[in-house]
C-alpha cells in the first residue's frame, strides 16, 4: 500500500520560511516523478514545483527564486524549501508522486495535504 505523508506546514509570518517534507511508502520515490500541489480557499489546485524522474526542476513562475525541490533518497523523500513566503502562498500544500509525468493522474498517488499560513 502506498502512503504520502507530508509534513512541515504551519503558521508563519510574511517574509519568513518554511520546510515542507512528502516521505513515501510503498513506493520508491527516486523512480517517480514527485511534485507539489497547492490549493487556496476558492482557487483550483495549482502545480508549485515538481521533479521528474530524470531529477529535472520545474517551478510555477510565482515561485520561482523562493522555492526549491529536492530529494533526499535516503529518506525516500522530496522536500520542499519554501522562503520570503507571502500572503499568496497561503494554501493546502499536497505532495504527488507519479511514474510518468507529473502532469499525467494515472496511476498517481497524493498525500492528505499540510495547511500552510502566512500571516503576521
Known amino acids: 500500500q502506498v502512503h504520502l505523508v507530508e509534513s512541515g506546514g504551519g503558521l508563519v509570518q510574511p517574509g519568513g520560511s518554511l520546510r515542507l517534507s512528502c516521505t513515501a511508502s510503498g513506493i520508491i520515490a527516486s523512480a517517480y516523478a514527485m511534485g507539489w500541489y497547492r490549493q487556496a480557499p476558492g482557487k483550483q489546485r495549482e502545480l508549485v514545483a515538481h521533479?521528474?524522474?530524470?531529477?529535472?526542476?520545474n517551478y510555477a513562475d510565482s515561485v520561482k527564486g523562493r522555492f526549491t525541490i529536492s530529494r533526499d533518497n535516503a529518506k525516500n523523500t522530496v522536500l520542499l524549501q519554501m522562503n520570503s513566503l507571502n500572503s499568496e502562498d497561503t494554501a493546502v500544500y499536497y505532495c504527488?508522486?507519479?511514474?510518468?509525468?507529473?502532469?499525467?493522474?494515472?496511476?498517481?498517488?497524493w498525500g492528505q495535504g499540510t495547511q500552510v499560513t502566512v500571516s503576521s
Open positions: 521533479i521528474a524522474r530524470s531529477d529535472s526542476i
Open positions: 504527488k508522486a507519479a511514474p510518468f509525468s507529473i502532469l499525467v493522474d494515472r496511476s498517481a498517488y
